[in-house]
């Protein structure tokens, strides 16, 4: 069943094409990964769908319904939500704090919304740093700490921008374990991400852009062994001594 379909999706920045005629569809209870080159438009994209910038062209349905340039408070209340390539929490409230005010901003209760934040600060393994100011907690702990925060009411479309880039590897285990029980427990997941081995991983299903346009979609390992994509990846000058696919053979 589709959850998320977009047609013709296009937004421009002055002359340039970010996102160019771009389709897909995300499937309900799916980890569909968005990859591409640098600058290919993946955090564009995600921004359309999140509502944060509105498109110049195309159609985004939720479920069949119309959200196209619908307002990020709008679709949240949807249950779509994304997070930051640059993570974005409130530095000067603690971590437990932060997941409280996540929480009660999507309607719950104070006593619900603290059972729940500390169950995921458990689960995320922020216990010692809850009551420091989320300032003070390293990249991959903030990261973390927005996962806590877009999952303390569960989300039914939750988009991930390269949360585990930059992460120390023990932080990145955290977090591919909480995808995987999130996604057991039936949230559906965008995610755009250089780590083809965790792509690999976690997604059967990937859309591959480049220079604003999706030029493979399907089954994962096809569209890494896809020309296309290997010449995206690494320039046509490598053409003739290309790897047949992008995987990494383990
Ligand atoms: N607000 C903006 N104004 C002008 N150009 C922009 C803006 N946002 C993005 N771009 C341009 O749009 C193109 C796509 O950028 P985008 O950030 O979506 O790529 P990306 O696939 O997320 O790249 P990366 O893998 O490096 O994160 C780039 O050429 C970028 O410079
Ligand atoms: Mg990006």
New binding site residues.
Partial sequence: MTLLSIEHLSVR??G?A?VDDVGFEVRQGEILGLI??????????LNLLSGFIAPHAGTVRLSGQDITGMPPAQLVRRGVLRMF?MTRVFGRMSAFDNLLTAGMARGLAEAEAGRRATALVEELTLGPVQYLDASQLSGGQRKLLEFGMCFIEPPALAMLD?PFAAVHPVMREVMVRFIRSRHAAGATFLL?S?DMPIVVDLCQRAVC?NAGKVIAAGDIHTVLKDHQVIEAYLGESHAGDEPASLEVPS
Avoid: D, I, R
């Avoid at 591409?36 to 994209?45: F, L």
């Fill in positions: 920045f002055g340039l970010a591409g080159p640098n600058g290919s438009g993946k955090t564009t994209a390539q390269e755009v250089h852009m």
